[in-house]
Each structure stands twice: as structure tokens, then as C-alpha cells.
């Protein structure tokens, strides 16, 4: 909590001023996560002050608010080319990522559980947080900016997707929200793109792509290996079947399932969440995408056959 209050007054992200008259104030609450690496183990503890958005009145504290994240074909065929050029792939994090948009609108915010604060008086936002409507907006026009100052041109198929051409070769910078992922075989023209994002924002140089949106990342001899373990394991462990036997189908020969078949689930919810996860999953493991789309057909209204 130290550290993101400290993150934010260096940001100089808000001013404590009164309520002006007629104006609404949004609350904010702490959230805490524990971040994991790829094999599960913890890799630091996070504290995270986020706006109450759902509280936020359209036409007053926001407008706009759709943002472009990357596409996940987009990740895909990026690792691919790389893999068959031999490029490395690199992945910076952006610390305190919507603290960098600036906002149009005048949101005025209460202060933080645990900030003595004078009656009255609240913070009035110069800056995006998390959970602020127009925070994922904000901060991608102002990546967009900042890169596009760097020579960089959005790709018509994907507005994440960002392109160098140089005399030596080419830089391709993906952006998902707070992620980004670099390639190219211009190897100092990336070593100036990372030193002049440093100096514009607050990065972290992760390394080689190692864990992506899920994605584990490993370097045979030749080309890359995607892998879902820790994510079936999540899955797994979520549908508490994480001690059953193995099987090498995903489902039986001539099955035909019918929405009368079995009785209906007392909670739904967690059918849909696995059948989401599945969805995802597909990604690298496409051949289980039939019987992800046969268990699809029940989601309305899913039973225990299912």
C-alpha cells in the first residue's frame, strides 16, 4: 500500500480541493493479489487503489470509453514470424499503467481508506486509475502518441500492433493493456525503443518472453514451444477433477448430448466458467475446439450429463 500511495504522488495524479457545488464523488477501494509465476510460485504481493467505476455518470464523469487491447491471432502469428526469422522476443511491463493517461473530464474521488483527510474535501483526478471507466482509453492515447513519436505506425489489421521499418530491419511492439512484446531483427534500434519507453513511463524489462497472457514460452533448439500447463492445472483445480485419470480422447466416439439429458444444475455458474477457460484454451490446444463447441450448445442451461 506504501508503495502505490508513493507511486501515485510521484505521478502528481490528483489535488485535494473542496466539493464544488453540483459535483459527484466517486469512492475508491484497496485490492490486494499476489502475483505468481509461471511454475506457481509467488513473485511479489500487490496493493492496488481502484476507483468504484460502476458509480462513475455517463456525460459527466465520462464519455468514451472503448480501448483496443491486442488481438490474441495477432500474439500468435507475431511469436510465429519470430520463431521462423529467429528473432528474440522481448517483454516489458508497465508499472502503475493508467497512471500515465491524462483524463479530459473533471472526476472528483474520496479519498483512500486509511488517508486522514480534512471534512469536506476530496480528490480531484489529473490522472486515470484502475477501474476509472476511461482509464484503458486514456492510456492507450497516450501510448499511441508516445510511440508514434518513436516512428512507429499502428497496423491497419491490429490498432495494438505498431511497426518500425529502419535501414538495418524492422521493430514490432505488441501492446495488451499493460504488457508489451518487442521483436525484430533491428537489435539496437530495440535497445533505443526500450531506453526512450524507460524514460517516458516507468518499465520493467521482464527479458525474454517467458509467460504471456497465460502463455508459457520455451526455447528448443529449434523455434518455440507454447505450453498451457500451470493454466489446465488452474482449470483442473477448478472443476475439482485434478485427480482423475487421464484419457487420450476429450470425448466419447458417437457421443450426442441433448438439453433434456440429466437435471438441470443448482448453480450454473461454474460450467460457464470452465467453458470460458476451455474457449481460451483452444488457443494452443486446438484439438479440443469440437468438444469445446458441443458443450457450448449447453450453456443456457447446462445438466449434469453435461
Not at 502469428?77 to 473530464?105: C, M
Amino acid at each position: 500500500m506504501d508503495k502505490e500511495l508513493s507511486a501515485l504522488h510521484k505521478t502528481d495524479i490528483w489535488d485535494l480541493v473542496p466539493l464544488p457545488p453540483g459535483k459527484s464523488v466517486v469512492g475508491c477501494r484497496w485490492v490486494y493479489k499476489i502475483k505468481t509465476n509461471s511454475d506457481g510460485s509467488i513473485e511479489r504481493y500487490k496493493a492496488r487503489l481502484v476507483v468504484k467505476g460502476y458509480s462513475q455518470q455517463y456525460g459527466m464523469d465520462y464519455k468514451e470509453t472503448f480501448a483496443a487491447v491486442a488481438k490474441m491471432t495477432t500474439i500468435c502469428t507475431l511469436i510465429i514470424v519470430a520463431s521462423i526469422r529467429q528473432w528474440h522476443i522481448s517483454q516489458l511491463d508497465v508499472k502503475n499503467v493508467f497512471l500515465n493517461g491524462d483524463l479530459q473530464e473533471e472526476v472528483y474521488m474520496a479519498p483512500p481508506p486509511g488517508i486522514s483527510h480534512d471534512s469536506g474535501y476530496v480528490y480531484k483526478l489529473k490522472k486515470a486509475l484502475y477501474s476509472l471507466k476511461q482509464a484503458p482509453r486514456a492510456w492507450f492515447e497516450e501510448f499511441s502518441i508516445v510511440i508514434s513519436s518513436l516512428g512507429f505506425i499502428s497496423s491497419s489489421h491490429d490498432s495494438t500492433l505498431f511497426i518500425k521499418c529502419t535501414d538495418t530491419g524492422r521493430i514490432l511492439l505488441s501492446l495488451y493493456v499493460d504488457d508489451m512484446i518487442i521483436t525484430g531483427d533491428d537489435i539496437d534500434g530495440i535497445l533505443v525503443l526500450k531506453t526512450e519507453l524507460a524514460r517516458r513511463f516507468e518499465i520493467k524489462d521482464l527479458g525474454y518472453l517467458r509467460y504471456f497472457l497465460g502463455i508459457e514460452l520455451t526455447y528448443p533448439p529449434k523455434g518455440y514451444l507454447l505450453s498451457r500447463l500451470k493454466y489446465v492445472v488452474d482449470i483442473l483445480e477448478r472443476a475439482r477433477l485434478i485427480d482423475n485419470k487421464t484419457i487420450d480422447t476429450p470425448i466419447e466416439v458417437n457421443a450426442r448430448y441433448s438439453s433434456f439429458d440429466g437435471l438441470p444444475l443448482i448453480n450454473p455458474t461454474l460450467y460457464r466458467t470452465i467453458f470460458g477457460s476451455l474457449v481460451y484454451l483452444t488457443i494452443t490446444r486446438p484439438d479440443i475446439a469440437y468438444v469445446v463447441h458441443v458443450v457450448s450448445q449447453f450453456v443456457a442451461s447446462p445438466t449434469t450429463v453435461h
